[in-house]
């Protein structure tokens, strides 16, 4: 699975003291592990996807 | 930046307070701004913004700011809350205690906004509220309006604005929804 930043949030800038987490910065730089985060803390923003290569392997 | 075009909006414009919430600024995990209004807040579930029920038309905000090549402001939290409780020395020694570490507040004005200062999007909590100043007098006699009540103030100074909250947030909050406060 892959996280995603959804569309209307892909301007949105983050400030978090959330350990890892850079300066203020867009949510679409944010890496995968720190998009996890805000997933799993009910952010609005960040959606799970799923991952093409997994879809692909499953075919 | 180039200066920014300000248009007058036509409407009535209601001064003073409803509500107000505080939480220690370190227990937000992150505010996301969306065009400069919080669009999403994250906290704990055990360490939300708690009300502090003040006494009506007690709750004031003020800011004070000065700059030439460099700014700053100093931002005032004023309010007051009558008869002396058990409850109401807990509460405020609670927010003593949260002041050292530095204190967020959410304030509700009365044209219905919700504003967020003592976490700001470049220096997070570090320019939190992080002095108060509390004033309690008896009166004399029981004609005394307005004594017999603690008056609490909370500074700090840094050089952002308060945050607005983008709609929905603003609604969830003064609506008694937002996930991220323990109303009354």
Same mark, same amino acid.
């Given at each position: 699975?892959?996280?995603?930043?959804? &569309?209307?949030?892909?301007?949105?800038?983050?400030?978090?003291?959330?350990?890892?987490?850079?300066?203020?910065?867009?949510?679409?730089?944010?890496? &995968?592990?720190?998009?996890?985060?805000?997933?799993?803390?009910?952010?609005?923003?960040?959606?799970?996807?799923?991952?093409?290569? &997994?879809?692909?392997?499953?075919? | 930046?180039?200066?920014?075009?300000?248009?007058?909006?036509?409407?009535?414009?209601?001064?003073?307070?409803?509500? %107000?919430?505080?939480?220690?600024?370190?227990?937000?995990?992150?505010?996301?701004?969306?065009?400069?209004?919080?669009?999403?807040?994250?906290?704990?579930?055990?360490?939300?913004?708690?009300?502090?029920?003040?006494?009506?038309?007690?709750? !004031?905000?003020?800011?004070?700011?000065?700059?030439?090549?460099?700014?700053?402001?100093?931002?005032?939290?004023?309010? !007051?809350?009558?008869?002396?409780?058990?409850? %109401?020395?807990?509460?405020?020694?609670?927010? %003593?205690?949260?002041?050292?570490?530095?204190?967020?507040?959410?304030?509700?004005?009365?044209?219905?906004?919700?504003?967020?200062?003592?976490?700001?999007?470049?220096?997070?909590?570090?320019?939190?509220?992080?002095?108060?100043?509390?004033?309690?007098?008896? $009166?004399?006699?029981?004609?005394?309006?307005?004594?017999?009540?603690?008056?609490?103030?909370?500074?700090?100074? $840094?050089?952002?604005?308060? %945050?607005?909250?983008?709609?929905?947030?603003?609604?969830?909050?003064?609506? $008694?929804?937002?996930?991220?406060?323990?109303?009354?």
């Amino acid at each position: 699975m892959k996280y995603k930043v959804k &569309q209307n949030w892909e301007n949105a800038v983050i400030s978090a003291t959330i350990k890892g987490f850079p300066a203020a910065c867009k949510l679409n730089e944010l890496s &995968q592990a720190q998009l996890a985060i805000l997933y799993e803390a009910s952010h609005p923003g960040v959606e799970k996807v799923e991952d093409e290569k &997994q879809k692909n392997s499953g075919k | 930046m180039a200066i920014a075009k300000y248009s007058k909006t036509c409407g009535k414009n209601v001064p003073g307070n409803s509500r %107000l919430f505080f939480t220690e600024a370190a227990n937000i995990s992150s505010i996301t701004a969306t065009s400069n209004e919080i669009s999403d807040v994250i906290m704990s579930d055990t360490t939300k913004f708690r009300e502090f029920g003040a006494d009506i038309d007690s709750i !004031k905000f003020t800011i004070e700011g000065t700059g030439s090549a460099s700014y700053s402001e100093v931002q005032k939290l004023e309010a !007051k809350f009558s008869k002396k409780t058990t409850a %109401l020395i807990t509460a405020k020694n609670s927010l %003593l205690d949260a002041v050292a570490c530095g204190v967020a507040i959410i304030r509700v004005d009365n044209n219905g906004n919700a504003w967020l200062s003592g976490y700001t999007v470049k220096d997070k909590n570090r320019r939190a509220y992080n002095k108060v100043t509390t004033n309690f007098d008896t $009166g004399a006699k029981p004609s005394d309006e307005g004594t017999a009540a603690y008056t609490i103030t909370l500074e700090a100074e $840094g050089f952002d604005d308060e %945050l607005a909250f983008d709609t929905t947030l603003n609604t969830a909050i003064v609506g $008694g929804t937002a996930t991220f406060i323990d109303y009354n």
